[in-house]
T-cell receptor
């Protein structure tokens, strides 16, 4: 029944490792997003996809690579993890891109890089 | 980039009192949204108000929008302990296909 789900919920890893976060939405939405929320709660858009097509790619290190196998899934792969990558990563979806209406968020993935 | 600025940054009130949070933004918008984030959870959409609307209600929530002052307020009436959360405003702010988020107001309701 969960509208937007993310796995894993917690991720603790060593610097230099590669990790992936998965996201799925069952709302039938066309658009999906990845956000990063830092320790001060600032929410920063990283990527958005519309019908599997990359729309927004903000100034994010190219160690971060999103992949959308279909419009219900948007995964995030991170190479060579750094201490500064520690944050909460949220996946979200919205009905479509143009209306910029309500976004539905997943529960977040808490990443801690040691 | 952060366009919205919420005010105050933190607010602590007694249960049963009303809580008011404000959001200011810089450029013209089509709509403004408010979200709630409980500790350790994802954001939850509360209400969307369009630029041609001045006020909107949803249960105990009342949102106003003043486009001439580029500001919005969120009023929560008869607050409850469960309203303890961070509240964020977000605007569409142009055609860049992304919401611009404020830094949030942390609301604490004391029992």
């Amino acid at each position: 029944d969960t509208a937007v789900s993310q796995t894993p919920k917690y991720l603790v890893t060593q610097m230099g490792n590669d990790k992936s976060i998965k996201c799925e939405q069952n709302l039938g939405h066309d658009t999906m997003y990845w956000y990063k929320q830092d320790s001060k709660k600032f929410l920063k858009i990283m990527f958005s996809y519309n019908n599997k097509e990359l729309i927004i790619n903000e100034t994010v290190p190219n160690r971060f690579s999103p992949k959308s196998p279909d419009k219900a899934h948007l995964n995030l792969h991170i190479n060579s993890l750094e201490l500064g990558d520690s944050a909460v990563y949220f996946c979200a979806s919205s009905q479509d891109l143009g209306s910029l209406g309500a976004q539905y968020f997943g529960p977040g993935t808490r990443l801690l890089v040691l | 980039s952060q366009q919205g600025e919420e005010d105050p940054q933190a607010l602590s009130i007694q249960e049963g009192e009303n809580a008011t949070m404000n959001c200011s933004y810089k450029t013209s918008i089509n709509n403004l949204q408010w979200y709630r984030q409980n500790s350790g959870r994802g954001l939850v959409h509360l209400i969307l108000i369009r630029s041609n609307e001045r006020e909107k209600h949803s249960g105990r929530l009342r949102v106003t929008l003043d486009t001439s002052k580029k500001s919005s307020s969120l009023l929560i009436t008869a607050s409850r302990a469960a309203d303890t959360a961070s509240y964020f405003c977000a605007t569409d702010a142009g055609s860049n296909y992304q919401l611009i988020w404020g830094a949030g107001t942390k609301l604490i309701i004391k029992p």
